[in-house]
């Protein structure tokens, strides 16, 4: 892992730890991107989300494709995303 995603790479862990904690707003923004949450309560959302899926969810909202897309990405590219 590159130094320029760890900060994205911490982002994506809180979001999974929220998550888990069926906390609303991050059960809402795994949903935004995965089609099979949209339906579900906060509670399975927290039950189902990885960190990989976490991962995706956060490159998705910074602008990348997927997490390995960020991952391959430039520093400049990560920085200016973030």
């Not at 320029?4 to 809402?28: F, S, V």
């Not at 989300?49 to 909202?61: K, M």
């Not at 390995?68 to 973030?82: F, N, R």
Request: net charge positive; aromatic share 8%.
């Amino acid at each position: 892992m590159s130094d320029h995603t760890e900060y994205l790479k911490k982002l994506a862990k809180g979001l999974l730890r929220k998550a888990q904690a069926a906390e609303p707003e991050a059960c809402r923004r795994a949903r935004h991107v995965y089609s099979d949450y949209r339906d579900e309560p906060d509670a399975v959302v927290a039950e189902k989300l990885t960190l990989g899926r976490a991962q995706h969810v956060v490159a998705v909202e910074h602008g990348f494709k997927s997490w390995e897309v960020l991952a391959a990405s430039k520093p400049i590219e990560a920085y200016l995303a973030i």
